[in-house]
């Protein structure tokens, strides 16, 4: 639930700026509305960074969740040995966690970098501006909710049903006939949206050992980043190729439908991997 508030920071900034910026785009042109929204960044951002961010829980009194209070003394973190993550990053199980969410981000971000260009026609372009708004605040509700149970179940199994989701949204959205089913698919959509960033560290905390954590979640975020960078190149391509949206989506879906079957893959090495690791 932690993480679930921490990513939704991003989420609620979607709701907000996208609809706003559609707006301004529309009354002032790219090049005006853009800028305007930069500079609101800037006098938003920098008083915000340089006021808060730059602390950490130590300066306030806070210790790490879990950790004793400030001011004991904290045992020295046994150094994990040095394959240890070497043959991590070689072996099938840091591959069912990084190869399905590193295809289902790559799916994600191409639909919502061409997320606008796709409703337009249908909604206009304001109305694809609510649209966008409408995926991001269903985005907070999607990872609060899942946020209520994901400790007490298989986070494989939530995975699954993430990416089983946003191939149900994405099939909505190709035999939508009208606006309200399009925006029905855009809230459907939304709902995966957030927990696809949130999963994998979850999955790695329980799976993983606590020495090795943060180099693991490191790795598969790299991966992930690699990967989704590719997402719009590929459905615009898709796009140009066959002259509609239609082949790129059926695309992403079959990308997340991979990322199903190889994150169920993984579940059968997850626990013998884990236990087998010296603590």
Known sequence: MAVSFAFNGASFGGIVVVPVLMLLVDRLGFSSGVGLVCLAMGLTLVPVVLRWFHRSPATIGLAPDGGPPIGQAVPAARPAPGALPRRFLASWHFASV???????????????????????????????GWAVSLTTACAVLGRLGVGLFVDRVNRRVVAAGNFLLQVGALALLLSARGPLLLYAGCALFGLSVGNMTSLPSLIVQVEFPRQVFARVVGAVIAANQFMYALGPGLLGWLRDLSGSYRSGLVACMALLLVACVVVLGGAACAAPQRAAVPR
């Open 98 to 128: 990084s190869v399905p969410f590193a295809l289902g981000l790559m799916a994600q971000v191409g639909f919502i970098t061409h997320q606008v260009a796709f409703l337009k026609p249908a909604l206009g372009a304001i109305g694809a």
